[in-house]
């Protein structure tokens, strides 16, 4: 008995239960979702900060990256990489400007095979110079006991890694921390997801979400600057040939 009751007072222990109390004590230290629908279904009150994170998605550019948006910003005085391992497509700077991140502290690293797309997962979050990292990797070579360690190492260095896989991984197990899968979108541009594991809680389905899908009045405005440093550049590049 007295074994049993050292157990349920472990703070690493967690019951379903338990999710409203434990997220309330804990939500002073998370990282707001941007979302207060979603905040309220996590243990934390956000994301988590030390954990590894699924992302399943049928195919990429579906508002993904909008939706972990808040979880790749940080204040300048935390300043870290932001690390994207194997990206499916050649990443737009002006995008994440928009999404309110430093493009000067996003790192881009394209691995030639699985394995080294996990070794990499792996010592970027071991190196101590990131608190984020987004990885792609092949599916069809990815190991449970693989994703176990990528959760361990998250949960030891305090990485938020964020873990993109297709929708047929649902049926597979994973030691991934929180699994959202996206749905699809609505005629209103909402995204629909499901939450199909979270920490303290059971799964929750079709929650919409409204995204900031269009540009807004600060996306102009930084796209008009760009373009305007671009043309300047042009100009000075010009004369120099001159």
């Not at 990443?91 to 996990?118: D, K, R, T």
């Not at 792996?122 to 990885?135: D, K």
């Amino acid at each position: 008995m007295a074994l049993t009751a050292s157990l349920l007072n472990d703070t690493g222990l967690w019951r379903a239960r338990d999710l409203n109390g434990r997220q309330t004590a804990l939500c002073d230290s998370s990282q707001s979702t941007g979302f207060s629908q979603l905040d309220a279904l996590l243990i934390d009150g956000g994301w988590p900060r030390a954990a590894l994170v699924e992302v399943l998605c049928d195919r990429y550019g579906v508002g993904e990256l909008r939706l972990l948006a808040s979880g790749l910003t940080r204040p300048a005085k935390d300043a870290h990489w932001t690390v994207l391992i194997n990206p499916p497509c050649v990443p737009y700077a002006p995008a994440f400007q928009a999404l309110g991140i430093n493009v000067h502290e996003l790192m881009v690293v394209h691995p030639s095979s699985h394995q080294e797309a996990l070794w990499s997962f792996e010592e970027v979050i071991m190196s101590g110079a990131t608190r984020t990292v987004l990885a792609w990797l092949s599916e069809s070579d990815l190991q449970d006991k693989q994703l176990r360690r990528i959760q361990t190492k998250s949960k030891e260095h305090e990485v938020f890694s964020v873990l993109f896989r297709p929708l047929s991984a649902e049926q597979l197990p994973s030691a991934a921390e929180l699994r959202l899968k996206i749905e699809r979108q609505t005629i209103d541009r909402k995204l629909v997801l499901s939450i199909i594991k979270r920490r303290g809680g059971w799964r929750v389905d079709e929650l919409e979400l409204a995204l900031p899908w269009g540009p807004t009045a600060t996306d102009s405005q930084r796209t008009r600057q760009l373009l305007a440093d671009w043309e300047r550049t042009r100009r000075e590049m010009k004369a120099v040939a001159i």
